[in-house]
C-alpha cells in the first residue's frame, strides 16, 4: 500500500527524531567507573615517571621526544605551572603540572590521538583531551604576550635593517603568508567552505614573519580558503593595515633616492597598496628585466615566512592532520604552536630547514597564481603601482644580484 507523498515525509521526520534522542541518551551515559584501574597505579608504577625519568638521563632523546630541550621544557614548566596547579582533593590526587605540560608536547610534536595519549599516559581519554586545551590556553596567556608583543616603530626598523642585510629587499618590514589547515567539521555545525573539503571544517592561518623566520604577528579566521583574495580583506591583519593601526615606520631614503615607504610584502594574492607589495604579473615582465629582477628580490625574501610554515609544521607536526576538535580549540592549538615555534627559535634545536630554492619557489608562486588573482582585488591605485616601479628602478640601480644568505640564525 502506497502512503501518500506528507505521510511519507512525517514517517522519516519521526524517525530521524528518534535517531536524533537515541544518540543523545549514548552520549549522556552514566560512568561505570569515576577513574579506571589502569589510570590509578602506584606512583613508581606509573609509565610517565619511568619515562620522565630516562628522558632526563637523555638530553638528545628529550628532544626527540618533545621537540624542545630540557632548559627551555623547564623554562615553560616555571612560567606555566601556577596555571596548570590543581587542588588536592580526598577523592583523588591531581595530575602533576608536569605530566601535564610533557602530554601537550607530546599531542603537538607528533599529532598523537587522545585514545593514545590516554595509553601512553595513563590518564583518560576525556582528562587528555582537557589537559591539552587547559594547556594551550595557559601557554597563550603566558608566552602570547612574550612571544608575539605589539609591534613599535623602532620594532619595524630592526626588521626592515634585517630584510636588506639578509634578503637584499629595502624598507620591508615583514612578509605575509596563509596556511591552511583543516579541522574534522563537527556534526551540529554547518559551514559555508565544509562541502568543499567533504565534511571538513578549514581554518586559515595568517601570519607575518621577520627576516630570520620569527613571526611578529598572528591571525586564525574560518575564511573561506576558496578565494585566497578575501583572506586579506577580512583579516584582522588586513584591516589593520588598511585603517593605518598598525606603527609603520616613516618614509625613508633608499641610496640617497627620494623618501620611500616601509612595506609589507605578499604573494600575488594579495593587493597592491602602498604599504603592502606584491609581485609583477608573469605578463609584465616578458622582456622587461627591471620587473624580472624585482620579481627576483621579492619572492627571494617572502619565501622566508614559507619556510616558517614549513619549520612549525615539521616540529609541530599536529598541524599535519585533521584536528579532531572545535573551531574555537582548533584556533586555541594553532595559535599556542606558533608561540611555541618563535619561543623554541631561542635554541636552534631539531632543524627542520627546507629543500625549496629559490627557482623552485618561483614556480610555486607562479603555479599559485591561477592566471591573474590580483583581479581579484580591482585595480590597485597609480599611487601604489608608482611605488612598487620605484621599488624596481632602485633594486636595478643599486643593488647587486642577491645571493642566498649563509647564516646560521636563519631558517
Not at 577523592?91 to 603537538?108: A, K, Q, W, Y
Request: glycine share 4%; net charge positive; aromatic share 10%.
Amino acid at each position: 500500500m502506497d502512503l501518500p507523498l506528507d505521510d511519507l515525509e512525517d514517517l522519516y521526520d519521526l524517525y530521524s527524531m528518534y535517531r536524533r534522542v537515541q544518540r543523545t541518551k549514548m552520549k549522556k551515559r552514566k560512568r561505570t567507573k569515576w577513574v579506571n584501574e589502569m589510570n590509578q597505579l602506584p606512583i613508581q608504577q606509573d609509565a610517565f615517571s619511568c619515562l620522565m625519568s630516562s628522558l632526563k638521563a637523555n638530553s638528545d632523546k628529550f628532544v626527540d621526544y618533545c621537540h624542545m630541550s630540557p632548559h627551555l621544557f623547564q623554562t615553560l614548566l616555571t612560567c606555566v605551572r601556577e596555571d596548570l596547579t590543581k587542588e588536592t582533593s580526598n577523592f583523588r590526587r591531581p595530575i602533576d603540572p608536569e605530566l601535564r605540560l610533557m602530554l601537550t608536547l607530546r599531542h603537538l610534536s607528533t599529532g598523537a590521538s587522545f585514545q593514545s595519549l590516554h595509553f601512553e599516559f595513563r590518564v583518560g581519554e576525556s582528562t587528555a583531551r582537557m589537559t591539552v586545551y587547559d594547556v594551550c590556553e595557559a601557554i597563550w596567556k603566558k608566552l602570547g604576550p612574550k612571544e608575539l608583543p605589539p609591534q613599535t616603530r623602532e620594532s619595524l626598523s630592526h626588521v626592515a635593517q634585517d630584510f636588506f642585510s639578509l634578503w637584499q629587499y629595502p624598507n620591508c618590514i615583514g612578509a605575509v603568508g596563509n596556511k591552511c589547515i583543516m579541522v574534522k567539521c563537527p556534526s551540529n555545525r554547518s559551514s559555508h567552505n565544509s562541502d568543499s573539503y567533504k565534511g571538513k571544517y578549514a581554518i586559515v592561518l595568517q601570519a607575518v614573519s621577520d627576516a630570520k623566520g620569527k613571526f611578529i604577528f598572528v591571525d586564525v579566521g574560518d575564511y573561506d580558503p576558496q578565494y585566497d583574495a578575501g583572506i586579506f580583506k577580512h583579516s584582522a591583519f588586513g584591516q589593520a593595515l588598511v585603517k593605518g593601526q598598525i606603527p609603520i615606520p616613516e618614509d625613508g631614503t633608499i641610496f640617497n633616492s627620494e623618501p620611500m615607504p616601509y612595506v609589507f610584502i605578499g604573494s600575488y594574492t594579495c593587493p597592491l597598496m602602498y604599504n603592502l607589495m606584491r609581485p609583477f604579473p608573469r605578463r609584465d615582465t616578458t622582456g622587461n628585466n627591471t620587473k624580472r629582477l624585482y620579481n627576483h628580490h621579492h619572492i627571494k625574501a617572502r619565501q622566508i615566512v614559507e619556510r616558517a610554515f614549513e619549520k612549525m609544521t615539521c616540529r609541530w607536526e599536529v598541524l599535519k592532520t585533521d584536528l579532531k576538535m572545535s573551531p574555537e580549540h582548533a584556533k586555541l592549538l594553532v595559535l599556542t604552536c606558533c608561540v611555541l615555534h618563535n619561543y623554541v627559535m631561542q635554541e636552534e634545536i631539531g632543524e627542520c630547514s627546507s629543500d625549496v630554492n629559490f627557482q623552485e619557489e618561483e614556480q610555486l608562486e607562479i603555479v599559485r597564481k591561477r592566471g591573474d588573482l590580483a583581479q581579484q582585488h580591482g585595480r590597485p591605485n597609480n599611487r601604489a603601482l608608482q611605488i612598487r616601479n620605484r621599488f624596481a628602478s632602485i633594486m636595478e640601480k643599486g643593488l647587486p644580484l642577491p645571493m642566498q644568505p649563509q647564516s646560521s640564525h636563519i631558517i
